[in-house]
């Protein structure tokens, strides 16, 4: 009932910079906070970016002054403008919304992702 999909991974080189969007489809009533997290294989996935519907964001340590986090809340879509790439951020990059959505018996909340998108950082 709902989907995240993910697009503007690839590969660049260090220095470089990419845009990564996601957009949000299906029965959503509402999005509160949306975001960004990334993994690599063997590790935990951790969180890059959120921001609220009302725009307050939340950068990890290692992206701040490289990364921003926006969102089109009339589209549902939230982007990650990433500059000043570094090897050490090649990774799956994932989507994650906070939502309530419409089920068959009223709103319901939900947790969803993305599919993931690839991002590689190397010379």
């Known amino acids: 009932q709902v989907q995240l999909v993910e697009s503007g991974g690839g590969w660049v080189q260090p220095g470089g910079s990419l845009r990564l969007s996601c957009v949000a489809s299906g029965s959503i009533f509402s999005i509160n906070v949306m975001g960004w997290y990334r993994q690599t294989p063997g590790q935990q996935r951790e969180l890059v970016a959120t921001i609220t519907s009302g725009g307050r964001t939340n950068y990890a340590d290692s992206v701040k002054g490289r990364f921003t986090v926006s969102r089109d809340n009339a589209k549902n879509t939230v982007y990650l403008q990433m500059n000043s790439l570094k090897p050490e951020d090649t990774a799956g990059y994932y989507c994650?919304?906070?939502?309530?959505?419409?089920?068959?018996?009223?709103?319901?909340?939900?947790?969803?992702w993305g599919q993931g998108t690839q991002v590689t950082v190397s010379s």
């Open positions: 994650n919304a906070e939502l309530y959505y419409y089920s068959g018996s009223g709103l319901r909340r939900y947790d969803a």
